[in-house]
């Protein structure tokens, strides 16, 4: 069975600087897709970005870019010039691309603080 | 993307009760997940609801416990049966458009406290 694993329980940023969240997963399938979803207090959970795992190009959504290293099995997320509006639980998640299931798989999450 | 919504948002319970939360889509969608995230954790499948047919339950969920409904293509409820504290959780909804697209999104999900 699949299992995604952030090892940082917790990290913290300056507004406007930069940082890198963890990622990294176990697997024996080749093809699949990963995700980085955000819970802010509100609870409400949203997809921040979105990975194939057959692209090799890392995907980008504005100020949030993934670095997808696939033999390694690590997905980290990096937030550019972070706002305070970044603070927030980021789970990362694997999906099999043939689970029509669409069962995710959650790791345990990040808590992400944004300093002012 | 759809918008989902849960009702209700919040409830406190007393031991032994039940409770049905709500899930409503603004568009048809293929397909209907629920969701339970315990204080402090991570999410945890619960079922896939299918409509028109049983729900399909995730090891460890049972029917009994977790009856689910899912009448037409944009609503489902899941009812938390026969209450105890160790129910006491966040329960989210999360819908995809269509078999086999990758994406899900989320509803903003019902914090349930048992007393």
């Known amino acids: 069975a699949q299992t995604v694993t952030q090892s940082q329980p917790e990290m913290s940023v300056q507004e406007a600087e930069t940082v890198t969240l963890s990622c990294t997963y176990d697997?024996?399938?080749?093809?699949?897709?990963l995700f980085w979803y955000k819970q802010p207090p509100s609870r409400q959970m949203i997809l921040v970005i979105r990975?194939?795992?057959?692209?090799?190009q890392n995907a980008t959504e504005n100020r949030f870019s993934v670095n997808f290293q696939k033999a390694a099995k690590s997905f980290s997320l990096k937030i550019s010039d972070s706002q305070l509006g970044d603070a927030a639980m980021y789970f990362c998640a694997y999906r099999s691309r043939d689970n029509y299931g669409q069962n995710f798989v959650f790791g345990p999450g990040t808590r992400l603080s944004v300093l002012p | 993307s759809a918008v989902i919504s849960q009702k209700p948002s919040r409830d406190i319970c007393q031991r032994g009760t039940s409770l049905t939360i709500q899930c409503q889509v603004d568009?048809?969608?293929?397909?209907m997940f629920w969701y339970r995230q315990q204080p402090g954790q991570s999410l945890t499948l619960i079922a896939t609801a299918n409509q028109g047919s049983e729900a399909t339950y995730e090891s460890g969920f049972v029917i009994d416990k977790f009856p689910i409904s899912r009448p037409n293509l944009t609503f489902s409820t899941l009812t938390v049966s026969n209450m105890s504290p160790e129910d006491s959780s966040i329960y989210l909804c999360?819908?995809?458009?269509?078999?086999?697209?990758?994406?899900?999104?989320f509803g903003p999900g019902t914090r349930l406290t048992v007393l």
């Open positions: 999360s819908v995809a458009n269509r078999v086999g697209t990758d994406t899900q999104y």
């Open positions: 568009s048809q969608v293929t397909m």
């Open positions: 990975q194939e795992a057959y692209k090799q």
């Open positions: 697997t024996s399938e080749s093809d699949y897709y």
